[in-house]
């Protein structure tokens, strides 16, 4: 199966894609989802920004840094 992703604007009632000659006479389903926001809010993200948008996710309140896990585990 392909797909065509690609970010376009209506005019005047139509989109126009040079892409889909590559699907001439062929039947298709058509999905148009509106965008919220402009366009530099849905631009693709950088695998950076994908990954920091995860920052302090698992981050823990423990304070404890003893390194004597003996102590940490039965309270010796």
Avoid: C, H, W
């Amino acid at each position: 199966m392909e797909a065509i992703k690609k970010i376009t604007t209506i005019k005047n009632g139509s989109i126009a894609l040079k892409e889909l000659e590559a699907l001439n006479n062929q039947e298709v389903e058509v999905i148009i989802l509106p965008l919220t926001g402009g366009r530099e809010e849905n631009r693709p993200q950088s695998q950076k920004e994908r990954l920091f948008q995860f920052k302090g996710a698992v981050e823990s309140d423990f304070t404890d840094t003893s390194t004597n896990v003996d102590t940490l585990i039965y309270g010796k």
